[in-house]
């Protein structure tokens, strides 16, 4: 689990590269990444894959509004790397290349699985905003 915590944030940190974060950001955002992975793992234990990734976006947002809130930088940069490690592109890309080689019925399996997965970190993400401006606008 180390190994993957280690590779998660080395990978996350680097998206951020590209992504044109600032420099100065680069460690938060390799945080969130790796955060998200754990909470991933963790959960894919007890759960099914869509309720993990949906629970990791979920921390992940928290984790963005705080870095955001901490380091005077917009929630984006922080959200963006931290799901990085949840995005389904290796399903993604399953899915298209079963569809070229007319295996249908696998295509659509992968293809429903990314695009669950995917609905899960754009919902958690939506939901952890929500709630940080609830009680964001409690606090005033």
Known sequence: MILQLVTSF?????????????????????????????????????????IATFGATVVVGFISQIFARSFKMPVIIFSVGGVIPLVPGGIAYDAMRKFVENDYIEAVKFATQALL????????????????QMFLRRSR
């Not at 990444?33 to 869509?50: F, N, R, T």
């Open 10 to 50: 080395i990978a996350t940190a680097t998206f951020c590269i590209l992504f044109n974060a600032p420099r100065r950001a680069l460690l938060q955002c390799g945080i969130a990444g790796m955060v998200s992975w754990m909470v991933y793992l963790l959960l894919a234990q007890q759960w099914e894959a869509v």
């Open 117 to 132: 997965l995917s609905g899960a970190i754009a919902a958690g993400l939506v939901l952890s905003e929500v709630l940080g």
